[in-house]
């Protein structure tokens, strides 16, 4: 099993819809949790940190879970220029710092 | 305020032949992370510098080795260049250690032929 996994999509939607990703990660010890998007053939930039109660920017919305070990984003109202790949990023120490990024989920939004 | 800088921007070898990349941090952040990330695949996570010291390495072959200086600037290394090392690398600087967010720098694209 892959200490992070995305459905690596793609997700075709409409410009408007609301859009949801899912991230699971295998280790109960990861303790810090982050979004990025990668657009194509450029370095990831990073969207939000996930922190426990939840947190929003705008159209984004990111929740954890702890006891089911995922987390989640949210995009409302999806613009043509969210299209994009989204990295799901789990840091832990065990020993030593370790982090994990996610393959991705790719989203199109389409007009 | 500067982010994270790279160079060069683009580099083509031959198989066999060394390779040296150079990364600049954010001023102020003191870790330094080397990603591989080959065309159309994920990001694998190659070493780790923080405070001068190596701190964690991928599962990468030794001919990948790196340094970082005590201004906290870092290069990475390649020997013995393969067709495979092919691919963007990026490098990420972040404040202290473990479980702050990373800042890329735009990568360096290596081309091996």
């Known amino acids: 099993r892959k200490e992070v996994e995305q459905d690596p999509g793609p997700f075709n939607v409409p410009e408007g819809a609301t859009v949801a990703f899912n991230c699971t990660y295998s280790n109960s010890a990861s303790q810090s949790f982050f979004w990025y998007r990668q657009d194509c053939r450029k370095e990831p930039k990073l969207l939000m940190s996930v922190y426990s109660s939840g947190n929003e920017d705008g159209r984004f919305t990111a929740q954890l879970n702890r006891a089911s070990q995922y987390i989640s984003l949210l995009i409302r109202d999806s613009k043509l220029s969210d299209s994009a790949t989204y990295l799901c990023v789990v840091t832990l120490n065990t020993g030593g710092f370790k982090t994990i990024f996610g393959a991705g989920t790719r989203l199109f939004v389409k007009a | 305020e500067a982010g994270v800088t790279q160079s060069p921007t683009h580099l083509i070898k031959t198989r066999g032949q060394q390779v040296t990349l150079r990364c600049s941090p954010i001023?102020?952040?003191?870790?330094v992370y080397w990603y591989q990330q080959a065309l159309g695949l994920g990001l694998q996570f190659l070493l780790w510098?923080?405070?001068?010291?190596?701190?964690n390495r991928g599962n990468f072959p030794p001919r990948f080795s790196g340094r970082q200086f005590p201004n906290y600037s870092s290069e990475l290394n390649v020997n013995a260049l393969e067709l495979e090392d092919s691919a963007l690398y990026l490098c990420?600087?972040?404040?202290?250690?473990?479980?702050?967010?990373?800042?890329f720098g735009p990568g360096t694209r290596l081309t091996v032929t």
């Open positions: 001023s102020g952040h003191t870790s």
């Open positions: 510098y923080d405070e001068g010291e190596e701190r």
């Open positions: 990420a600087s972040s404040l202290r250690t473990g479980l702050y967010e990373q800042y």
